[in-house]
């Protein structure tokens, strides 16, 4: 059925012992299209990543992604099924080549023939990470490692791609060529994004719709123009 939600978050809950992170968070992502989750520092934003690929465990709620709940799920399992995320830090392997930390995206598949074609549209994507393929990870810069964290994502080959904040720390230069990469992903494969970031104004010129969360909570949702007219979130995010 078109009109289901790829995935869908349904009103989860998660706490870190005494602390409770997040606290009935609905959120829909239609299929191909890029939807943001925002906030400020400490509002869920990871949590609610890393509920959805079951890094934690929710304390209420469901996910569902394709049709199918996923909450139960080990994190390998979802990867299969095709949602992944470039975690926040990138977390690259930095004593592995830029190839062999791409190869290790494909880990959960058996194909060579598709894996090596999916190698070539990565470095299509990103030629830096050509030119430096059989160098050390440790030796990339951080946009090229935030390069390298998304080409690994790809690389088993995913519906959805959640990015966690994909501009900390990068130069606006490099901002701009991460988010191109982004959009061109969603326009060119069809590729399903939930974007997490802290830029608001960019986040809202990328996606269709976005979500704020404030202290675990969905406070406002709706199209990402409307809430770019917002007074409310022109006044807390766009300083405006
Ligand atoms: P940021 O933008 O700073 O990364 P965020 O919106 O992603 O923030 P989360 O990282 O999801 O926020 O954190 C939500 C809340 O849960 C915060 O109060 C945070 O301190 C707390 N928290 C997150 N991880 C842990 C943990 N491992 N142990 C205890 N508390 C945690």
């Known amino acids: 059925q078109s009109t289901k939600p790829l995935l869908e978050v349904r009103g989860v809950s998660a706490s870190y012992g005494a602390i409770q992170a997040l606290s009935g968070v609905s959120l829909a992502v239609p299929e191909g299209a890029i939807v ?14 890393n509920v959805i690929s079951h890094l934690i465990n ?13 909450h139960r799920l080990p994190s390998d399992e979802i990867v299969r099924r095709g949602l992944v995320q470039v975690p926040e830090g990138r977390e690259v392997f930095k004593d592995m080549s ?34 430096r393929a059989e160098q050390r990870a440790a ?50 494969q069809g590729l399903t994004i939930l974007l997490v970031e802290q830029d608001v104004r960019l986040a809202l010129t990328v996606a269709s719709h976005a979500y704020i969360l404030e202290n675990g909570e969905i406070s406002l949702q709706g199209a990402s123009a409307q809430l770019m007219n917002d007074p409310a979130v022109r006044r807390a995010y766009l300083g405006v």
């Open 36 to 49: 943001a989750l925002l906030g400020s520092n400490g509002a869920g934003k990871s949590s609610t990543l």
């Open 58 to 70: 929710p304390t209420a709620g469901e996910v569902h992604f394709a049709g199918e709940a996923i």
């Open 98 to 131: 830029v190839r062999e930390n791409l190869e290790l995206g494909a880990f959960l598949r058996r194909d060579r023939a598709a894996m090596a074609d999916d190698l070539d549209k990565v470095f299509t994507l990103f030629p830096r990470l050509k030119e």
């Open 139 to 188: 030796t990339l810069s951080g946009g090229e490692q935030q390069m390298l964290a998304i080409g690994r994502a790809l690389m088993s080959r995913p519906r959805l791609i959640m990015f966690d904040e994909p501009s900390m720390g990068l130069s606006p230069l490099l901002v701009e060529q991460i988010f191109e990469a982004i959009q061109r992903l969603n326009r060119e």
